[in-house]
């Protein structure tokens, strides 16, 4: 097989891998390897399929929405609800998982998932070339929708740990408030940058990136290490960006809203451009 092929494995959404209530089921990778790079790793330390994030790379999580007596999360189902506020942390009893319709081929996988009488949802992960794939979306909905959706990105990048090598540039200026004021990040003149290598059980987060002066953002955004390069743009607009990371990952993720009525169609895609440079 050429150096230069980017290889996909992708989970079944029911192969038992991932059980939690938090991310679209349809999808989650297994592996991604781009030059005998493994970009999406387990980054976690200890694995269980209940876990809230035990999902590696592109990973999907939609707003919740209430519908009369349940919770809907799309690319799970219907959830019991609870008591108190929803806690996309907690792990919920589904009580309809509706319908999964997977096929699986050497360039393209489509991820099917009906819940009557809410939606008719298609995932499709397409290798576009030698060096970059594309994630299609397309929802159709049945009841009144207004959600969001955004993609968590959890990218290891080889092995390397989140440190100044780590770059995530933006075409555009960046700001955004920093949960807590960290010696290890900062907003530079096109994008955030790492002083130092973060610690185990360490973390940074801001939630409101945005470029200066402006309320959004293009879905556009390169995250760098070393020579190696992932170069990520949405065809919609972004509300806004966060940026979570710890000694292992720094994901950007940016949300876009979705708003139908009952009957149209939502579609979205995102495209995955990989280079690794030879000098």
């Known amino acids: 097989m ?19 209530t938090r991310f679209d089921r349809g999808g989650v990778f297994k592996s991604l390897v781009f030059r005998e790079l493994e970009l999406c790793a387990p980054w976690f330390e200890q694995y269980s399929p209940t876990m809230h994030d035990a999902v590696l ?11 009369g007596p349940y919770w809907l999360k799309p690319g799970v ?9 929803y806690d996309r942390f907690k792990r919920y009893t589904v009580l309809d998982s509706g319908q999964w319709d997977v096929a699986m081929g050497e360039t393209s996988s489509v991820f099917h998932h009906d819940l009557e009488g809410f939606y008719s949802y298609t995932k499709e992960i397409c290798t576009v070339s030698e060096s970059s794939f594309e994630i299609r979306h397309a929802l159709k909905v049945q009841i009144p929708w207004q959600g969001t959706v955004y993609n968590h990105n959890f990218f290891t990048m080889g092995k390397m740990e989140t440190g100044p090598s780590r770059m995530i540039d933006f075409p555009f200026r960046p700001e955004g408030t920093w949960r807590a004021t960290y010696d290890s990040v900062a ?3 096109d994008g955030i940058r790492f002083s130092r290598t973060l610690r185990k059980g360490e973390s940074v987060y801001t939630g409101d990136i945005h470029e200066v002066g402006k309320p959004g ?3 556009e955004f390169t995250l760098r290490e070393g020579p190696l390069s992932i170069h990520v743009r949405g065809d919609v607009p972004v509300t806004h960006t966060v940026l979570w990371a710890n000694h292992r990952i ?8 979705l708003e139908a009525g009952p ?3 939502l579609r979205w895609a ?5 280079n690794l440079s030879d000098s």
């Open 263 to 265: 009957g149209e169609t």
């Open 250 to 257: 720094a994901c950007v993720e940016p949300y876009n809203r």
């Open 77 to 85: 189902g219907l959830l019991a609800p609870d008591p108190d506020p």
């Open 270 to 274: 995102i495209h995955y451009q990989f």
């Open 217 to 219: 953002m293009p879905y």
């Open 187 to 189: 907003f530079m003149e």
């Open 2 to 20: 050429n150096e230069r092929t980017m290889r996909l494995e992708l989970h079944h959404p029911l192969d038992g891998y991932y059980e939690g």
């Open 57 to 67: 790379g592109p990973a999907e999580e939609f707003s919740l929405l209430d519908v």
